[in-house]
């Protein structure tokens, strides 16, 4: 049957399906018909600029956004290595950003740059009805007054209900408080930055309205005390680093809160033992207690939520220990899980919790979380772990749906792990070391939603070569691909041994040997545009020898779209004084070499890395 069958009404059902920058590329241009439903007055349009050309980017900045402006209701943007420069690309070629006036979301990713984030903040004044503001994965060094002026920026946007700040500002920076209140701000979530007590009680006082909050905070919250009731939190999600002594605190605050999530970042034991010693002068032999399991115990827990937390209706909670100290026994567990079996976690509120841990002194791992377990990440690092829970039947909750993240690295497994008992069935990231003696049971192989593989390995072998395959078989929406190996020989071998045909983006830039750099020559470059891997990947990470070695694969790769380089032979990264771009040799020859149209940059993060968006 021909699509141009179909009534305008199904075709427009169909089209709501799928991606707006997908249908353009597809079917703008192809008739009248088609080009009169794209632009009907009653469609309304989201835009996606991650992981396209630059000449589908070109075309729709250029042809299309001045024709739809009003019915546009969400962008993305990005600058990863995908989409380098796309964001100011965007900012300098086409139509203001105030002239979507029914733009409802933005969002902004891998921005490097204060400037760019300025030019940004200074459109969004004139978009007048903006409610939801992204920034993800952003990375730049400024001081406490520019990134307070960004905050500033941000809170006065007169309509925006919704924000996510993940900007890292840099290590030596404390996070500054806005200096304006937000009428408006109800949902924010703030990452890559620990935020601090005082701030905090800032942060709240300028979003009186704040109804969710997610956010990281830090051991700087140990012995503060809050003044501030933060009375209109309905959810807060807390990630914390050594922060568990200030948590009973901060939820002392919040006499509203109905949705809690808490998931500590490794509290490590003997950091506790440290601050006990120099802020309190206390010995922490003198309680033994406290060097295991310290601030999870569910007896203290229960006290803080009936104190505290009357109107709390979900509770989700993951903490993890490293006790370098201690060495788990299982009389601990059996006392901790204890205090999570009272009338109060079994009966009234239903809520049960499990205990991971090894009893193992060179890896002295535990970790605690409430089920069902509803955490995105999930790390297998040990063959022997064990399990006990607080459930009624031992056998429930063993399917991990919510885990979106699996890092696998432990070899082979002891036949009495519990990790044989879980299932992951939603998988979108998958890191592992091969070769693994128990990578290919039933709980791993579940792979229908994986995106993203990320493999290590040493060695080049039969057996590593054939789980790699079995992977790209099970893998039917594998998108990106990341191998990390011991040489250049056995990552030649991978990539020639097998194959995946859906496989777009490629990473081979690290090595499992830190002392050495290996870089790709001009015959294994040649080599690689030959394979399949070669043939088919729109964006390649790799390093290689010298800048002719780039242009080669550039137009020996048909489909390549952006690549992410480091060039052996870089005067830039041999040069002790940092030449400027206009006399950058590297970029001058490439740019020279290559379409008028290519991007070519440096990373602004690490300038050792050229970027090229081409095509």
Partial sequence: MSLELLSNELLLYVFAFLDDVHLFRAFYGLNYRFNSLFFSSSRQYHLDFRSISKNTASNIFTQYLSVIPDRIISIHFSNDDETPDAIEYF????????????????????ILSYKTIEEVLEELRLVPNLTCLRFKKCYMTISEKQQQEIL???????????????????????????????SSLKHLTIRSVNVHCAALAELIKKTPDLEYLSIEINEHFIGHNLQYQFESLISLKLYARDASFG????????????????????????????????????????????????????????????SHLPKLKTFQLKIKHQCWTHSIKDNEVDTLLQSFNTPFWITE????????????????????????????????????????????????????????????????????????????????????????HNMLNSALLTLDHLQTLNVFTRDNNVEIRKQLQILFD??????????????????????????????????????????????????????LCKSSFGKQCTMLRINVEDPMDVVDLVYSMPNLCALNVQIANDTYRISETKPSVEEDEVLIFLREFLDLTSAVTRNERDSNEIQLWIR
Avoid at 167 to 174: P, V
């Fill in 91 to 110: 900012l300098h070629r086409t139509i203001p950003l105030s002239v979507f006036s029914n733009l409802r979301s933005l969002s902004f990713h891998h």
């Fill in 152 to 182: 500033d920026s941000i809170w006065q946007l007169p309509k925006i209900i919704r924000c996510h700040i993940g900007i890292s500002f840099s290590t030596k920076t404390s996070f500054k408080e806005p200096t304006v209140t937000s």
């Fill in 247 to 306: 948590m009973g605190t901060l939820l002392k605050c919040t006499p509203n809160l109905r949705h809690l999530v808490i998931e500590s970042k490794d509290t490590y034991i003997g950091n506790i033992n440290n601050w006990l010693w120099n802020r309190l002068n206390v010995d922490p032999g003198q309680y033994t207690r406290l060097t295991f399991p310290f601030s999870i115990n569910g007896c203290q827990w229960e006290k803080i939520i009936i």
């Fill in 349 to 436: 509120r239903q809520w049960f919790v499990r205990c991971e841990w090894v009893m193992d002194q060179f890896s002295p791992y535990f970790c605690l979380y409430t089920l069902p377990y509803s955490f995105e990440r999930y790390d297998i690092l040990h063959p022997e772990i064990r399990s006990k829970s607080t459930c009624p039947n031992e056998t429930d909750y063993w399917s991990y749906n919510n885990v979106r993240q699996l890092q696998y690295y432990c070899g082979s497994l002891n036949p009495c792990s519990m990790i044989d008992r879980i299932q992951f069935r939603n998988i979108c990231y998958l890191s592992l070391e091969l070769p693994t």
């Fill in 474 to 527: 099970c893998a039917p929406c594998l998108n990106a691909l990341k191998i990390t190996c011991g040489n250049l020989d056995a990552l030649e071998s991978l990539l020639l041994s097998t194959f995946s045909l859906s496989i777009r983006r490629l990473d081979v830039q690290e090595y499992i040997d830190n002392e050495h750099e290996y870089y790709f020559n001009s015959q294994q470059c040649a080599t």
